[in-house]
């Protein structure tokens, strides 16, 4: 099965047809790490997590890079600024990233590169493009020559005139176009700078994810992705490079959309954010990953309390569904979507609707349709909970595990219990008391409940049994 996706560089809707066959190669720029990360950056990691799962749910088995660029101009200000180095301050941020991470439920990239690991090829890089006339040297390093590619601007869409006018008015005045973009930067005194034929100093931004990105997947890799703000200039500037080494490079490009506060994009710099672990703390995370699933990926996404709260009284829905579906049933512990990708073969093997499967994929499909996909989940979880009520205990089965392995393959899991652990140990119990209570054993049930309760949970009894709550 192939996924539609739209591709900036075409303007419309691409088969991702991978280079090799049931192997998706994709890399998306991680973040930089001088602050704490706000919610626009919890929506460029979720969309790309949800994408990376939808593949593996289709049996393609991805390659998934994201890097961290771990020393640049605001990391350098703010290490000057509190009088520690830069790579303490890098470590710092990137920690509380990875933890911002871990609550969201995104699945760690198979590679994470840093920049600082790979400033000796990133030399190597722009010295070739420096010896093919690319690239020229200026006082403060050397910068890339965009006039000297001739589809400059192929991700922007707009006319390079009209980019050249809105290009920010650059410190240095001797650069031969505004476009024109940094590759060295020669280090002025107490900055952090490693050496290089052009003197000591570091590499300019745009070079580390080209260089990464081809050396870890190799030419003509599938899917590139990152931020709607990424497509320019960073993207093109990569791509530029790119043809500068003369490698082929990204075959599909692909951007998600802005958070926006009152239509506005959210952004550091305007100082309108709301940051990850204050919502994380809070929220319930995966309020968030529902809010995300629940705007189109390249749409704009406003974030509001009353959003917030009615995507977590949609997951209590999802919850209370999956509590009294696992005390029912015998189906063995679902896998950690933390660190196991489930797969269409897998859902099928669990006893999932076929049918319940092909809806969803078909939304999934069209270009990553997650706000149809889940539509279809809660539906599907509006029947299972009516087929319980009737009594229906198969048809409730076969629809709650549908919905249970769908939400799995768009990484969320479920609070069956409260929090608390429900074990193969506590499973049995309950089976036993159900078992005790059909043979009318009442004192059985008794002992059996008290032995639950003992365990910490509030015992119910209902039309399908025995129910647990945690307290
Ligand atoms: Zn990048």
Not at 22 to 50: K, N, Q, W
Not at 95 to 104: E, I, P, R, T, Y
Not at 415 to 434: I, M, S
């Amino acid at each position: 099965m192939v996924i539609n996706l739209y591709d900036s560089a075409t303007g419309k809707q691409e088969n991702i047809v991978p280079r090799r066959l049931g192997e998706i190669s994709m890399y998306v720029c991680g973040p930089t790490v001088y602050d704490v990360p706000h919610l626009g950056h919890g929506r460029f990691a979720l969309v790309f997590d949800i994408l990376r799962r939808y593949m593996e749910f289709l049996g393609d088995r991805v390659r998934y890079v994201s890097n961290i660029t771990d020393i640049d101009d605001k990391i350098i200000t703010r290490a000057q600024q509190e009088g520690r180095s830069y790579a303490e301050v890098a470590r710092e941020f990137e920690d509380v990233w990875w933890s911002a991470m871990d609550s969201l439920g995104v699945a760690r990239p198979d590679d994470i590169p840093h920049a600082t690991e790979y400033v000796s090829l990133m030399v190597d890089a722009i010295g070739e493009m420096v010896d093919k006339g690319y690239a020229y040297e200026i006082s403060d390093g050397i910068y890339f020559s965009t006039d000297s590619i001739s589809e400059y601007g192929l991700l922007a869409h707009q006319r390079l005139d009209k980019l050249r006018a809105g290009a920010r008015v650059e410190e240095n005045d001797e650069k031969r176009s505004q476009l024109d973009f940094a590759l060295w930067k020669r280090a002025k005194v107490g900055e952090p700078s490693w050496p290089s034929p052009w003197g000591e100093g570091r590499p300019g931004w745009h070079t580390e994810c080209v260089v990464m990105s081809l050396g870890i997947l190799g030419e003509g890799f599938d899917i590139h992705g990152g931020g709607a703000d990424l497509a320019f200039p960073h993207h093109e500037n990569e791509r530029a490079q790119s043809i500068a080494l003369g490698k082929s490079f990204a075959r599909h490009w692909v951007h998600n959309g802005w958070v926006t506060v009152g239509g506005e994009k959210m952004a550091k710099s305007l100082g309108n954010y709301t940051s990850l672990s204050d919502f994380l703390s809070r929220s319930d995370p995966r309020a968030y990953r529902l809010l995300v699933l629940r705007s189109h990926y390249r749409s704009p996404m406003e974030v509001t309390p009353r959003t917030v709260s009615d995507a977590e009284e949609s997951i209590t829905r999802l919850d209370l569904l999956m509590r009294r579906y696992r005390v029912t049933s015998d189906v063995a512990t679902f896998p950690d979507p933390a660190t196991t990708f489930i797969t269409m073969e897998d859902a099928l093997q669990m006893g999932a609707s076929r049918d319940g499967l092909d809806e969803f994929c078909q939304h999934m499909d069209d270009d990553l349709d997650t706000p149809g996909a889940l539509a279809g989940v809660f539906e599907l979880a509006r029947k299972a909970n009516s087929a319980f009520d009737a009594g229906a205990t198969e048809d409730a089965e076969r629809l709650a595990v549908t919905v249970q392995v769908l939400c799995n393959a768009l990484g969320f899991t479920f609070d069956a219990t409260d929090g608390k652990e429900f074990d193969e140990e506590t499973r049995k119990l309950v089976q036993e008391r159900d078992a005790a209570r059909a043979a009318r054993d009442w004192q059985r049930a008794d002992v059996l409940r008290d032995e639950l309760m003992r365990r910490g949970w509030i015992v119910e009894d209902t039309p399908n049994g025995t129910m647990l709550r945690g307290r």
